[in-house]
């Protein structure tokens, strides 16, 4: 998370020496009676943030609580006062995450990322990266596709120009963009491919993604925004940085200090070496955001908007993600997309549907291997053990909450 120190956070690269050595972060007694729960704790921890930065919430709150449980009695054992209130410093960093999380799924809206994505190493080889190929695997998304490759093309000719004659203007001083589109719409998937493209064709040194939110910006007291915003922008240096739900830093009174975070921004948004990605609702609170400078529409040059799935790009993503969980659907809705689509319009509301977008069918799996664990016992036969019924998938349809819906503009002033 953007507001809480890294090294709050176990590294996915830190190997577990690292962690328990007692020159490390981590200098805990390595054979005291709390030795286990810490080595679980942090595997528990570790396990949460992948699930985390995959996009799994649920199951990351599940695992972070967890991982706090286990690390507790680790320092209920540790006799060392030092070590003790590093571990305690760290609890509260997995604490203040899952606090996040639980009253971001509460309120049925996308909680920050707990960290970079792994898959957005700068190390990571893009030779072989096409977007075309890339985007050909997405379902749906058709003019944002057409418009991502267009744009593409234009930088890989203006590449093509400097390398001719590094006199020439091309007017793409700064590719920022505006992604507007509801949740699980695509935005996040997109940004990282956008991401990686802008990598190979070098304008960007690095493939890497910092997605933040309002709360990772903006500061509780005069001087702190500007500070946190800056850590921010450094930490995206030589990428991409995602501002998500942007239109929150609109301002909310005389005392708001959202006005100074996008001053900050707009002023790293002179860099060459970043660029910026806001997304948000399409709606008129990101018109609002727009409105607040006139530099800030002057700097972003791109905007794509982004639309709710069709019930049947639904029935496609669900069925690509069933394939991908290892398990299988029964007939009829084995391989179908038609039947599928069937089954959602009829289980689950437009108001869930378009809320939720893809994020829908992530609530269907993990309802329906509820519901499948229910029935079966530990003998059943293995195909059984994998395979999802239409009562199945109907009966998770029926436990998918309504988010509510996206904030009401603001009246006229």
């Known amino acids: 998370?953007?507001?809480?120190?890294?090294?709050?956070?176990?590294?996915?690269?830190?190997?577990?020496?690292v962690l328990l050595s007692k020159k490390g972060t981590m200098a805990l007694s390595e054979n005291g009676p709390g030795a286990p729960f810490l080595q679980r704790g942090i595997e528990l921890a570790r396990t949460a943030i992948d699930a985390d930065n995959a996009g799994d919430y649920h199951g990351a709150l599940d695992l972070y609580s967890k991982s706090i449980q286990t690390l507790l009695l680790a320092a209920k054992y540790e006799r060392n006062a030092k070590s003790r209130s590093v571990l305690t410093a760290r609890i509260d960093g997995y604490l203040s995450r899952a606090e996040t999380l639980?009253?971001?799924?509460?309120?049925?809206?996308?909680?920050?990322?707990?960290?970079?994505?792994?898959?957005?190493?700068?190390d990571e080889d893009l030779s072989d990266f096409d977007l075309r190929t890339e985007l050909s695997k997405r379902v749906g998304m058709r003019e944002v596709k057409e418009k991502l490759l267009a744009f593409e093309h234009g930088l890989a000719l203006d590449a093509r120009r400097k390398e001719v004659d590094t006199r020439v203007k091309t007017g793409q001083q700064f590719p920022h963009c505006l992604f507007r589109g509801p949740p699980g719409s695509g935005k996040t998937s997109m940004a990282r491919l956008l991401a990686k493209s802008l990598r190979k064709l070098g304008v960007l040194k690095t493939g890497k993604l910092v997605e933040v939110q309002r709360s990772d910006l903006v500061g509780t007291h005069i001087g702190h925004t500007a500070v946190k915003t800056k850590a921010v922008v450094d930490r995206a240096r030589g990428g991409v940085l995602f501002v998500d739900e942007c239109y929150r830093l609109a301002g909310r009174g005389d005392n708001d200090f959202g006005q100074e975070a996008v001053e900050e921004l707009m002023s790293a948004m002179e860099s060459p070496d970043m660029v910026f990605i806001f997304a948000g609702y399409d709606d008129t609170h990101m018109d609002d955001f727009i409105q607040l400078n006139p530099g800030l529409f002057r700097r972003i040059h791109h905007v794509f908007t982004f639309v709710s799935y069709t019930p049947e790009e639904l029935a496609?993503?669900?069925?690509?993600?069933?394939?991908?969980?290892?398990?299988?659907?029964?007939?009829p809705l084995k391989d179908s997309v038609s039947n599928?689509?069937?089954?959602?319009?009829?289980?689950?509301?437009?108001a869930q549907r378009e809320r939720l977008n893809g994020g829908l069918a992530d609530h269907l799996l993990r309802n329906a291997k509820r519901?499948?664990?229910?029935?079966?016992?530990?003998?059943?036969?293995?195909?059984?053990?994998?395979?999802?019924?239409?009562?199945?998938?109907?009966?998770?349809?029926?436990?998918?909450?309504?988010?509510?819906?996206?904030?009401?503009?603001?009246?006229?002033?």
């Open 340 to 350: 599928v689509a069937d089954l959602l319009l009829r289980h689950t509301s437009q």
């Open 102 to 122: 639980k009253e971001a799924l509460n309120a049925g809206r996308k909680p920050g990322v707990a960290s970079e994505a792994p898959t957005e190493d700068k």
């Open 1 to 17: 998370v953007g507001a809480v120190e890294q090294e709050r956070w176990p590294s996915r690269e830190v190997p577990r020496s």
């Open 316 to 331: 496609q993503i669900f069925l690509l993600k069933v394939d991908a969980s290892g398990f299988r659907l029964a007939p």
């Open 371 to 413: 519901y499948l664990d229910q029935r079966l016992t530990v003998d059943s036969p293995v195909d059984e053990l994998l395979t999802y019924t239409a009562d199945d998938i109907s009966h998770a349809c029926a436990d998918v909450p309504t988010p509510p819906p996206p904030p009401s503009p603001k009246a006229p002033r």
